[in-house]
């Protein structure tokens, strides 16, 4: 498996497909990882196929493709057939299973109290994804709070909207960032 730390290092802008018009955009684009924010049981291997064609590393957001429940069951299916190289997920028991069939996976959160945050982290430590996402990606505070706290890869996701959000956020300790504006995907 490849270091997803390095990889994100290397290439911190993430390329967030959040609908099919924009899927040509991302494949033509300098970005190396995608996450698939969207989609169905009907068109996810197609779009996993189009991008690992174009040399994309690809994760799905498990939770946000339509069809499927996002449990155990999801995920095998997700791996049977569209085998993209790691899923997204917000919830604990998914990261440990997705870890069991192989997947590279990010954890998201969202940190908008001092409790979200609090469980937030317990999470993290417990189930050990590759990665985290934490959504708002603006939110350089907890960004670095939330680098200092856990051993993985940070990913600021979520409002990134220009240079300067996308600079915040990495000097705050996040080592990518994944927005769906494209204008940030060649950056």
Known sequence: ???????????????????????????????????????????????????????KLVFVHIDMVEGLKADSAALEFIKKHAE???????????????K??????????????????????????????????VMPGVASKIISKIQKEVQVPVIAGGLIENKKDVMDALGSGAVAISTSDSDLWNM
């Open 1 to 55: 498996m490849i270091n997803l730390n390095e990889i994100l290092l290397e290439n911190p802008i993430i390329a967030a497909v959040t609908a099919d018009s924009n899927l040509q955009q991302v494949i033509d684009s300098d970005a190396l990882v995608v996450f698939i924010l969207h989609g169905s049981i009907l068109n996810i291997k197609d779009m996993c196929d189009r991008l690992k064609e174009a040399h």
């Open 84 to 98: 993209p190289y790691g899923i997204i997920t917000t919830k604990p028991t998914n990261i440990r299973h997705a």
């Open 100 to 133: 069991q069939l192989g997947f590279c996976t990010v954890q998201r959160i969202f940190a908008i109290d001092s409790l979200s945050l609090k469980s937030g982290i317990k999470n993290i430590k417990d189930v050990r994804p590759d990665a985290v996402e």
